[in-house]
């Protein structure tokens, strides 16, 4: 094996040099600086907010602007540069309306270019020529080159530089120019991307969240269950199905079903129109400033109840038949008493508010009726030849895991199931029983053998995907139990309650999180665990540092919804060779705010851990793998070139 790989090695480097200069090349890498990793969560389809995120790299655009510029220019010139970086498309537009003679116009392009160009210089300090060369605009990368080099020096190149820049204004170049230098700083701020999961539901545009990151330069995903049921869904499974579609009428998102991903809903309209009526549980969620004509959220309200009914009659026979679930009191429909209008749950009656059981067989309750199976299989036959979602998916699957462990630290969307004293906590099947970093894998296993067989939708992988949605042992939910249910029938809000795995306050503790650390073979001394999943309570005082450092919790409320509870827009997380730094976003409302005021949504800063000095690439995932190459090409050199 080792001799086959050292062959091909040579066919690439076939003299002596060039395996001596790619060795000089590596070790120089693996002592520049670590890149900068950006870390963040629960986007749940709030676009605008990731993307300005990401377009200011979590306010390291305009650190590194005021670095270069803080004694030079005044606040309102560092915000209306700031956002030219950030929306350059617009703000230039903008920019360019305020100029009345094109001299100042021209003018303007020349400082801009040179400032442009410096900002790129300086972001890419630490990056190797050939890294910064990948970021930067394909049609001017000889230009910029140019511009680059010979930005620092002297008077007499100066003319040379002046020269450059004027041709390119007169060649009509100059706004794609500025256009692509802006993008390429937004690139080099950012290093590397990790999605810590939950980029579906909710929010009304997570394709254009996929889209970007398809079209990002470096990314891995954590899934999130929501992520984890849009993969159900695609893969087979009619239960994850239904509750996507459940959450898309619940949050009036159903033109992401419809427009985005061109899944005909009419025999779902026309069940719904024949069976139901308005509920007042099973409105429309709207957001600030959405809204609906009087037809339409009648409409979804209609919707969202066929489907929930669907949905709660797909769960019994999947419960009962996967013992292992352990989910025997999850089978609602069964537990409701249809003369008198009750359900019994832990022994004790609750009445039921408007109870839609229109097409339920009391006698019967999972049995689906002849129209709303046919409804079910042809949304199923429809979301898996969506080709739009198919390339999502593909994506999601391609670039995501469970976990993470990246550079020392532990990603994980939701838990660690654990026990009360803080062990962790065994799920069985079939006899077996799997726990920690075990279940973590068995869960991805069976994900991915699923995603590869979307014709088999009965067996247990697939059954298990929906588990992993709302079972109490998924480290994606971490619950005892999800009470949809509950919070549309019954009115006493302490069955609505979801009671959390104990990992949710243990990890809080210090050795607890250390334990967990080393159970994915990590150095609990070096690494933290990053979460996502449970909105940290700002507002109520919650600190989204825990454990003396060692958890992260970074969902902070991207998503609407949510803000409420948070009282701030999202957090995400800078890991430089500096150390770690928390950010906590303000509200974001719009990016016209953004070009128009210069207002940037930022942003307080809290460091969570610092460098005792510059950690370098060496000490990272990429830097063990340069080693390992380094080790090859050693070996190449010394048994086929020097003998
Ligand atoms: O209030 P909604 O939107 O119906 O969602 C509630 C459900 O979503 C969950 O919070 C899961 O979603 P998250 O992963 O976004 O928290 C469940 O625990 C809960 O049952
Ligand atoms: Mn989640």
Redesign the pocket.
């Known amino acids: 094996m080792e001799k086959k790989y050292l062959d091909l090695l040579k066919e690439k480097y076939d003299t002596e040099e060039k395996v001596a200069t790619e060795i000089i090349n590596l070790e120089a890498i693996l002592n520049l600086p670590k890149g900068t990793e950006h870390f963040v969560s ?1 986007l ?1 389809g709030e676009y605008q907010a990731f993307s300005h995120v990401l377009r200011n790299g979590s306010g390291k655009v305009k650190e590194k602007i005021t670095d270069l510029y803080g004694g030079k220019l005044v606040k309102d010139e560092i915000d209306t540069f700031s956002a030219l970086v950030y929306y350059p498309e617009e703000k230039l537009k903008r920019i360019k309306q305020s100029f009345n003679s094109s001299e100042a116009l021209n003018d303007w392009y020349e400082v801009i270019i040179e400032r442009l160009v410096h900002l790129v210089h300086y972001s890419s300090s630490k990056y190797t020529r050939s890294k910064l060369r990948k970021a930067l605009p394909p049609h001017f990368i000889y230009i910029v080159e140019e511009l680059l080099y010979k930005v620092d020096l002297l008077d007499n190149k100066k003319s040379y530089y002046k020269k450059i820049v004027q041709e390119i204004i007169s060649l009509n170049q100059v706004d794609k120019l500025i256009i692509g230098l802006c993008y390429t700083v937004q690139r080099l701020v950012v290093d590397h991307l990790h999605v810590v999961g ?1 980029i579906y ?2 929010g009304p545009k997570p394709d254009k969240i996929m889209e970007t990151l398809i079209n990002h330069h470096s990314v891995d995903i954590q899934w ?3 992520d984890v049921l849009w993969l159900g869904a695609f893969s087979g499974s009619k239960v994850c199905l239904a509750n996507i579609l459940r ?1 898309c009428a ?2 009036n998102n159903l033109a992401i079903i419809e427009d985005v991903y061109g899944i005909n809903l009419r025999p779902l309209q026309n069940l719904a129109d024949k069976y139901y009526d308005d509920h007042v549980n099973f409105q429309p969620k709207l957001q600030a400033g959405e809204t609906l004509s009087e037809a339409e959220f009648l409409e979804i309200t209609k919707m969202h109840q066929a489907i929930a009914m669907i949905q709660f009659k797909l769960e019994i026979p999947i419960i009962k038949r996967r013992k292992d679930f352990n989910m025997g009191h999850r089978t609602m429909l069964d537990f409701v008493d249809y003369e008198t209008e009750t359900i019994q749950i832990n022994g004790k009656d609750y009445p039921l508010i408007d109870p839609c059981f229109q097409t339920v067989n009391p006698k019967n309750p999972e049995q689906l009726t002849d129209e709303e199976q046919h409804v079910i299989d042809k949304l199923l036959f429809s979301i898996q030849h969506s080709e739009k979602l198919k390339r999502h998916m593909d994506f999601l699957m391609k670039k995501g895991s469970f976990y993470g462990r990246y550079n020392g630290n532990l990603l994980i969307h939701g838990c660690v199931p654990l026990d009360q004293d803080g062990n962790l906590e065994a799920m069985t099947i079939d006899n077996e029983a799997y726990q920690g970093r075990d279940l973590l894998d068995l869960f991805e296993t069976t994900l991915r053998h699923c995603y590869k067989r979307k014709k088999v939708i009965d067996d247990f992988d697939t059954d298990l995907v929906w588990y992993m949605w709302t079972g109490e042992h998924s480290s994606l ?1 971490g ?1 005892k139990e ?3 249910f509950e ?1 549309y029938f019954i009115e006493d809000t302490a069955t609505h309650k ?1 009671r959390k795995n104990p990992y949710y306050y243990m990890r809080e503790d210090e050795d607890v999180c250390r334990r967990i650390l080393t159970a994915f073979d990590l150095d609990p001394d070096l690494g933290h665990i990053i979460n996502g ?2 909105p940290v309570k700002e507002i109520e005082g919650e600190n989204p540092i825990k454990a003396n450092g060692k958890m992260i919790v970074i969902d902070g409320g991207f ?1 609407k ?1 949510y803000q409420k509870t948070t009282g701030i827009a999202g957090y995400t997380l800078v890991y430089n060779s500096y150390g770690i730094q928390l950010v906590a976003h303000q509200y974001f409302h719009s990016k016209q705010e953004v070009i128009e005021n210069g207002t940037d949504v930022l942003s307080v800063k809290r460091l969570v851990d610092k460098e005792l000095r510059r950690k370098q690439v060496r000490e990272t995932n990429i830097g063990t793998q340069l080693i390992k190459d380094i080790s090859f090409l050693k070996q190449l050199l010394a048994t086929r070139y020097l003998q």
């Open positions: 629960d749940h939950d539901d909710r999130g269950n929501h959450i619940r949050y939910f619950k999800m009470t949809t919070r979801e999943h449970t998503s919804a």
